[in-house]
């Protein structure tokens, strides 16, 4: 919206939600005791909804206040599944609440397909796509530190996050079994940043940030899209499908008032989808047409196919023992990723391990304002309020982030009976672990034992299985990019070889999944498409209304 309002182009931006305002809807600076429930949230406020769980961290007395989050669109599971599809509607999306951590993809994932021989190459390589990486890093502010490993290209960065106690700890237990630890790329401001204020560290990012510290939707690119007077932006308005004109190419988009629930028709010479990876796929399949019969831009048959998704889940937690007795710390970044386990696995040699490919690992612990480590510990009354006050600077626990490999089982498409409570038929997913995450999950778990052993921590347990798919919210795939029309849903430009005004601004142009997070990604590609969309404007191939 910011690239395209600043060419000068008249934006009419379509959002599921209400406008989030950071002034009503965030209470980060209030203490548990404040909040009528004490940041749990009215329990029976989901009655009735078709999607009645609360979202984990993100979801609280915290931002709860004005129904940020989708729970009365449904969708479905093939028997089998247990995707946990987890929605922010309001303008700025789950990325006012995400986790910040901001890797750049390299050629090991973009050419991981040549290098063992599973799947297939991106259609573009580090060369072309760094560039673009610089951009989003500068525009959103990424904290790092250059480290030169293999798997991590190195990019333009704020100064890091300062490390915890735990994490120089951690770090030389790592060194010891040849793990590296080292500062995440974190969108998050260490020093003032285009006009952003510096973060104060009161470590409640997860639930919004009152100051704009991190980057969001909401503090960078809506306003600066406002600001220059192109943007009409629709709330509460839910896109059911893309409307086509004679020719099959698109018009507009029809969509729900979500308060008068009449359907509503708006026009524009180019439409772009960036309703998050499954969600703009469901619009695509719900896109249906005598041009289109299975869906807008689906001559491929691959729109909803190469469902891809971390495997998130705990392969160990504990405590360090020499902390014990430790004065608390002010680790109010105990909810910043901090410092993580960048991929080492499979690096000089693609098949080193059982598996291919590789994961990361996220350290958290340290004095956070919550003791989340409370379910590890028995006991009742005093003695158990002394216990947690006793362990309290010592908790650590990891966090696995491991990529599934496109597979024909996982997929999302239409269920051909359910409706929504606004008509739409609901997208269904199909999901199964596949064996080489499993393989990676086992293989952390080892790496946990092997890393609380070297580091002198007591470890308490594991995850027993992982968590469910869905939870980590960096699914790819579903609309995937592609020189070959035949086989792929866009082209290396995010515009769809079928409809060419028709683009995609999310992660499901992304064939498969890395080691890494998708949203900085998200946003370099974005910018990059915006980019190639206002060339074929002054090309004539697009033409303003
Ligand atoms: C707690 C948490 C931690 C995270 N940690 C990280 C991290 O560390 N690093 C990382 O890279 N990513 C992280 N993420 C994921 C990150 O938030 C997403 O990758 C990112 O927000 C995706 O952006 P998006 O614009 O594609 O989708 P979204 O942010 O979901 O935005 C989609 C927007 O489209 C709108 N929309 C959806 N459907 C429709 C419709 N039918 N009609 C109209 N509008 C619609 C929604 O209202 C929303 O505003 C995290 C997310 C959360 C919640
Ligand atoms: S810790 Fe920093 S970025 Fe996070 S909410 Fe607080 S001020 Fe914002």
Known sequence: MKILCEAGLQVCAVNSGPRIDPDVDYRGHRQVYDLKYRGYGDPVRLKGKAHQEPYSVEESEYSEGRDLFE?????SNAPGTDWYWKRCKATGGKANFWGRSSAR?????FKAAD????????????AEIAPWFSKAERYMGVASTIQNRPSNPDGEYLPPIPLRCIDYIIQKGSEKIGVPYLPDRCAQLTVAHNEHPACHYCGNCSRGCDVGSFFSPTWFTIPEAEATK???????????????????????????????????EVYGKVVVLAASCVETAHIMLNSKSRHWPTGIANSSGELGKNLCEHLYGNPGYGYLPQLLGQPATPDNIADSTVAWMPRWQNVKNPHEEKFIRGYSVYMGGGCGDFPGYYGQLEGFGSKF??????????????????????????????DPEKKDIFGIPQLRFHFQWGQNELLMWEHSKQVMIDLFKAMGGELWGAGEEPDRPGTSLHETGVCRFGNDPKRYVTNKWAQTHDVPNLYICDASIFP??????TTMPIVAFTMRTCDHMLDNFKKSVHVRA
């Open 230 to 264: 192109n943007l009409t932006l629709l709330t509460n308005a839910l896109v059911r499908s893309v409307l086509v004109d004679v020719n099959g190419r698109a018009r507009g988009v029809a969509y729900v008032d979500r308060k008068s629930k009449r359907e509503v």
């Open 105 to 109: 993809f390299g050629d090991i994932d």
């Open 385 to 414: 309020k002394r216990d947690i006050k006793r362990y309290y600077p010592t908790t650590i626990g990891a966090l696995i982030q491991a990529p599934t490999l496109p597979s024909p089982n996982n997929y999302v498409d239409i």
């Open 512 to 517: 498969n999944c890395t080691d890494k997070t």
């Open 115 to 126: 290098l063992d021989g599973f799947g297939e190459n991106w259609p573009v390589d580090y």
């Open 71 to 75: 729970h009365d669109v449904a969708y």
